[in-house]
């Protein structure tokens, strides 16, 4: 039986003026039938951008991304680790 455990977080703090996002989430599943446990995070930081761009505040994010998945997939040994650029546009 699969087990999983989640977790996102959102957390917007200002620094000199600037509005800045730290956010992301994690994925913790348990092994199953043929599959060993396996972890995905994705923790983003990102600068609000739109108060500088002439949108409204908190519509324009820019920032970086890393995603790390231990045991991609479930499978035994493979690991991700890739540092992504992250561009969010809010409706």
Same mark, same amino acid.
């Given at each position: 039986?699969?087990?999983?455990?989640?977790?996102?977080?959102?957390?917007?703090?200002?620094?000199?003026?600037?509005?800045?996002?730290?956010?992301?989430?994690?994925?913790?599943?348990? *092994?199953?039938?043929?599959? #060993? *446990?396996?972890?995905?995070?994705?923790?983003?930081?990102? #600068?609000?951008?739109?108060?500088? *761009?002439?949108?409204?505040?908190?519509?324009?994010?820019?920032?970086?991304?890393?995603?790390?998945?231990?045991?991609?997939?479930? #499978?035994?040994?493979?690991?991700?680790? #890739?540092?992504?650029?992250?561009?969010?546009?809010?409706?």
């Amino acid at each position: 039986m699969c087990k999983a455990l989640c977790g996102k977080w959102n957390i917007p703090f200002e620094l000199n003026g600037t509005w800045l996002l730290l956010e992301g989430f994690t994925d913790i599943v348990g *092994s199953e039938e043929t599959t #060993v *446990s396996h972890q995905l995070t994705v923790p983003r930081f990102l #600068v609000d951008i739109g108060q500088f *761009s002439g949108l409204k505040a908190n519509k324009l994010w820019l920032g970086i991304e890393w995603q790390y998945w231990h045991n991609k997939f479930g #499978v035994d040994g493979i690991t991700e680790s #890739v540092p992504q650029l992250q561009l969010k546009y809010l409706f």
